[in-house]
């Protein structure tokens, strides 16, 4: 018989009882095979994604609402939550404004 990959699973076996145990290495073999598949797959770590400032709240509190006054952390603001962010005139007939306040989905920047 030719050594390999047997030769190995034949050992496994010989160790644990002495003569014909080839059955129980090679099951032993098989389920660690398994064991190790199985795992590799349950490792996989799970795919990123974008939790946003809110989550770090929780454990940040004090720097959360410090942060939150800074000219950074209000850059893009939604004007349903912040009208003022608006700086158009909204409130006028204008035939060169054709879109609403409430069409704006955010608003960049600030004065
Ligand atoms: C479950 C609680 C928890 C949440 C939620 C959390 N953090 Fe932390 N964060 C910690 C702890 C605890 C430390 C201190 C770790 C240390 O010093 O070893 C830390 C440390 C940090 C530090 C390093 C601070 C320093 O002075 O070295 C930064 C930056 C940070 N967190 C940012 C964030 C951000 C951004 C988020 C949200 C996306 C966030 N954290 C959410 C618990 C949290």
């Keep these: 018989m030719n050594a390999g990959c047997g030769e190995g699973v034949r050992g496994l076996g010989d160790t644990?009882?002495?003569g014909g145990s080839d059955g129980i290495g090679l099951v032993a073999f098989a389920?660690?095979?398994l064991m190790l598949l199985t795992?590799?797959?349950g490792a996989q770590t799970p795919k990123a994604?974008?939790?946003g400032s809110e989550s770090c709240k929780s454990c940040h509190a004090a720097t959360y609402t410090?942060?939150?006054?800074t000219r950074m952390a209000n850059v893009v603001r939604d004007p349903k939550e912040h009208p003022e962010a608006a700086l158009g005139d909204?409130?006028?007939?204008d035939?060169?404004?054709t879109f609403?306040?409430?069409q704006i989905a955010f608003v960049y920047g600030s004065r």
Excluded: N
């Design 16 to 18: 644990e009882a002495k």
């Design 31 to 33: 389920v660690l095979y």
């Design 39 to 41: 795992s590799t797959a």
């Design 49 to 51: 994604h974008f939790v």
């Design 66 to 69: 410090s942060w939150k006054q």
């Design 90 to 93: 909204f409130l006028h007939p």
């Design 95 to 97: 035939p060169l404004v």
């Design 100 to 102: 609403g306040l409430d």
